[in-house]
């Protein structure tokens, strides 16, 4: 899934954004369900840092089919090291023509994104070091690969199949 965002506020630690669903279809979701997570990639020294969502720069709205206002829950967070496996990851080669190798110790599960946020592949492995995975399914096209480890840790990286 993908947001546009913007930058202009990042030194003062503000960073605005906006989700539409790709589709244009509105979606009514079950109570207590999530319908996305940012997720940061630690540069530089980081020990917990809280996230407070604000409508400081965008507002925090969410709209029906009519493009009425409904309600929305907003949640803070904290980014810790801890969940991330960042650093330890490598795909390889990229861009993918067939086959690709995934760099990486205790994988359990890969998936593959497409531009629009939809799961086009899931692979799931038991405590995998360094796994290939075949990708001529794929039509040609950039897309996210999300990998996410034994102990729960998980990152993405981007990739490209000619």
């Known amino acids: 899934m993908t947001a546009d965002y913007n930058t202009d506020f990042a030194a003062a630690g503000k960073l605005p954004f906006?989700?539409?669903?790709?589709?244009?279809?509105?979606?009514?979701?079950?109570?207590?369900?999530?319908?996305?997570?940012l997720v940061f990639t630690k540069k530089g020294k980081l020990n917990n840092e809280d996230i407070n969502l604000t409508s400081d720069?965008?507002?925090?709205?969410?709209?029906?089919?009519?493009?009425?206002?409904?309600?929305?829950v907003k949640a803070a967070g904290t980014i810790t090291e801890k969940n991330s496996i960042v650093g330890e990851l490598m795909l390889y080669p990229n861009p993918i023509?067939?086959?690709a190798i995934i760099n990486g110790v205790?994988?359990?599960?890969?998936?593959?994104?497409?531009?629009?946020?939809?799961i086009v592949l899931t692979k799931r492995f038991?405590?995998?070091?360094?796994?290939?995975?075949?990708?001529?399914?794929?039509?040609?096209?950039?897309?996210r690969l999300e990998v996410q480890t034994t102990d729960g840790k998980?990152?993405?990286?981007n990739m490209i199949k000619r």
């Open 18 to 37: 906006l989700w539409v669903d790709p589709s244009g279809t509105p979606q009514t979701l079950a109570d207590n369900s999530v319908l996305f997570e």
């Open 57 to 72: 720069v965008t507002s925090i709205s969410a709209f029906d089919g009519n493009y009425k206002t409904v309600g929305i």
């Open 97 to 99: 023509n067939d086959i």
């Open 126 to 143: 038991i405590n995998a070091t360094n796994p290939s995975m075949s990708f001529n399914n794929l039509t040609a096209g950039a897309y």
């Open 106 to 118: 205790n994988i359990s599960k890969i998936q593959i994104i497409d531009n629009s946020g939809k």
């Open 154 to 157: 998980s990152t993405s990286i």
